[in-house]
């Protein structure tokens, strides 16, 4: 009988340490990137806002001194451009939060993978009601006080984009995109830098925006060092058109003529 047991408990032993995974030993590496060609991400609220009918902001004519370039209600891409990074290895269940505050999301497009959780923080001193666009969400509406220590819970049900709004405020619009092999999410700066830290292997690099995924695929190998710098930028969109120099132009047309 005893030894019965002892045969069990060993059994029992081995088992568990076949099912726990070893942990990582491997050093994670700073690395350091740049997106670019964002100039046609585009704030979707500011654009929805701008329309007569919605009847919520004024636009002022703007002044001839400032450039057109300027006008462009583009998006902050600090808090809307999530640039996500993929890899074959799988990951764990996490829960994500997303700030209300000052009338929007912080962040306004989050990603994450099959299985994890979205926790709403109301960080405004007024109440929330957000709610998801798409049907069969598995969001259980209600108001959410000002008090960001209860959050409301959700895990989407399935891969796809959902766009959350809000029933008391209408500015509120963002989007959780939920995919699979997300390793994590960065946010660059104003300018488009952007940094992090991740273990040696090979990468992939999307861009997202508004709930979508933007531009194309960035395929890096990440290997040990102090430090790594991605070798060419993330493009989140098409490469700008480039401007021509209307007087270089013309002056080359009037030396044809001389000549």
Wanted: one cysteine or more; proline letters at 8%.
């Amino acid at each position: 009988m005893k030894k019965t047991i002892k045969k069990s408990v060993a059994a029992l032993a081995l088992a568990s340490l076949v099912v726990v995974p070893a942990a990582s030993n491997a050093t994670p590496v700073p690395t350091k990137g740049k997106v670019v060609n964002t100039q046609d991400l585009l704030n979707p609220v500011w654009t929805e806002a701008k329309e007569s009918k919605s009847n919520r902001y004024y636009f002022m004519e703007p002044a001839s001194t400032v450039p057109n370039d300027v006008r462009i209600l583009r998006g902050h891409l600090w808090r809307e451009l999530c640039i996500g990074v993929f890899s074959d290895a799988d990951q764990q269940k996490q829960t994500k939060p997303m700030r209300l505050e000052g009338g929007r999301t912080i962040p306004v497009t989050r990603v994450i993978n099959v299985g994890d959780s979205i926790e709403f923080e109301n960080h405004d001193p007024f109440d929330h009601e957000i709610y998801v666009v798409q049907p069969g969400s598995a969001f259980s509406e209600g108001r959410i006080k000002p008090d960001a220590k209860t959050p409301t819970t959700w895990m989407p049900p399935a891969e796809g984009s959902y766009e959350i709004r809000d029933r008391l405020l209408p500015s509120v619009r963002s989007w959780v995109v939920v995919t699979s092999k997300l390793v994590k999410c960065v946010y660059p700066t104003r300018k488009g830098d952007f940094a992090t830290e991740l273990e040696p292997g090979a990468y992939t690099l999307k861009a997202f925006f508004s709930g979508a995924n933007v531009g194309d695929p960035l395929s890096i190998t990440v290997k040990d060092g102090k430090d790594f710098q991605l070798p060419d930028p993330l493009k989140a969109g098409k490469d700008p058109e480039k401007k021509t120099d209307d007087k270089k132009d013309d002056k080359k047309t009037d030396d044809k003529k001389g000549g």
